[in-house]
């Protein structure tokens, strides 16, 4: 019997859930708090008929072409662990960062004179930790894949032939990537966009190279003064150290905070799976 893509999509009951089927949607409820058994378990077939089409596509790659992106995108929607996020974006200095200690009750990112930029890396801010927890900031920093994809982009957004870019990340990447040039002409804006975009990832490349993120702290206790410096210390464009030859602040891809929420009841409360996220200024740091 031969088993077709649009039998697998095909609307039928859910069958009744076994011991599997069961945790995924507990798992599916502890992630999305909102749902109910029903949704819950409407979402976990879903998920089913996701991985079943996964695995026709494994059987059967003759048949992947085309649907690349709609299984992308089914992918991103049913992916129920990622969170929903609130973004504070602006210009640099506007004061993002002051809004959010204000929404939060405390000071907890760092803020600047007015006018000066804050904020060099995305801030993550999730107020999911009960009373008697911890509260930690974990640090996500820059692969080499990572990067190499970012270089992906920019070779695609500006018609840079592919061949023009680096394999690994060497000192040889990062003169390949200042000397590169946009395929097109460019006008006088996109082109300062252009060697903006370019000079920032050289300069990450050159971060990577001479800062290990291997050997970089990932998880800061906020309980611990120390820790809350050298996290601040990180994430500040102009810190000392992101302005002396250990300079890292590129290599930070994001930073999650996990809070306990206020006491006052004029603070921000929010869902354990909504962040709250700052951004660098949209003419600041990339």
């Known amino acids: 019997m031969v088993t077709t893509l649009t039998q697998l999509l095909v609307d039928k009951p859910a069958p009744p859930p076994n011991g599997d089927t069961a945790d995924l949607q507990a798992r599916i409820r502890r992630h999305l708090p909102d749902a109910d058994e029903t949704q819950a378990a409407r979402f976990a077939e879903l998920l089913h008929r996701l991985q079943a089409v996964r695995d026709f596509f494994a059987a059967y790659p003759e048949d992947k ?6 299984l992308a995108r089914a992918e991103k929607a049913l992916d129920y662990r990622r969170p929903y996020r609130i973004a504070v974006i602006g210009t640099t200095g506007v004061g993002k960062s002051t809004l959010i200690n204000a929404l939060l009750g405390r000071k907890l990112v760092l803020v600047k004179d007015v006018g000066k930029p804050a904020t060099g890396a995305a801030l993550e801010i999730f107020l999911d930790v009960p009373p008697d927890g911890e509260e930690v900031a974990r640090v996500t920093y820059r692969s080499e894949a990572n990067i190499l994809a970012l270089l992906r982009e920019f070779a695609a957004r500006f018609d840079i032939p592919p061949g023009d870019l680096p394999d690994s990340l060497d000192k040889q990447a990062a003169r390949k990537v200042r000397a590169l040039e946009p395929g097109d002409h460019l006008g006088e804006q996109t082109r300062q966009e252009f060697e903006g975009l370019r000079d920032s990832l050289t300069d990450i490349i050159e971060q990577y190279l001479a800062v290990n993120p291997k050997t970089l702290l990932t998880e800061y206790k906020l ?21 002396g030859p250990g300079r890292c602040i590129g290599l930070v891809r994001s930073v999650a ?26 003419d600041g740091s990339p």
């Open 65 to 70: 072409a085309g649907f690349e992106h709609l």
């Open 223 to 243: 309980s611990r003064p120390r820790h809350v410096e050298d996290l601040l210390a990180l994430t500040d464009e102009n810190s000392p150290l992101n302005t």
């Open 257 to 282: 905070y996990h809070i306990k929420p206020a006491a006052r009841p004029d603070t921000l409360h929010l869902p354990h799976n909504v962040c709250l996220v700052d951004l660098p200024g949209l």
